[in-house]
Nanobody
Framework: VQLQASGGGKVQPGGSLRLSCVASGDTAEVTNVAWFRQAPGKEREGVSCIRETDSSTYYADSVKSRFTIARDKAKNTVYLQMNSLKPEDTAVYYC???????????????????WGQGTQVTVSS
């Protein structure tokens, strides 16, 4: 499975961006898909995740009500719509996916087996 993230860029505070994560290869192996981010000097953090089984979504407290994750199964794509962006959202954003082979009931949505390259998001005036 290969994951390709795109859609990053530079935006002013209050602006919006939509990130895309396209899966290719053995996409039938993919279950949950998550977005992570890592800012300079900080640890990587889970931003949002969507479950394959029931489409449940999860968000970090810092992005709730501003970010929305969505999945288009026909296009093997997961989107992260980011609104009302703040300077503290500046980071490299990564998409990641869990393999069905790793899945078990109750497993964290954020546990990931496949990783894409990052896309830079910069929020600055």
């Amino acid at each position: 499975v290969q994951l390709q993230a795109s859609g990053g860029g530079k935006v002013q505070p209050g602006g919006s961006l939509r990130l895309s994560c396209v899966a290719s290869g053995d996409t039938a192996e993919v279950t949950n898909v998550a977005w992570f981010r890592q800012a300079p000097g900080k640890e990587r953090e889970g931003v949002s995740c969507i479950r394959e089984t029931d489409s449940s979504t999860y968000y970090a407290d810092s992005v709730k009500s501003r970010f929305t994750i969505a999945r288009d199964k026909a296009k093997n794509t997961v989107y992260l719509q980011m609104n009302s962006l703040k300077p503290e959202d500046t980071a490299v954003y990564y998409c990641a996916a869990q393999a069905w082979g790793s899945w078990s009931p109750g497993i964290s949505c954020y546990q990931s087996d496949f990783w894409g390259q990052g896309t830079q998001v910069t929020v600055s005036s």
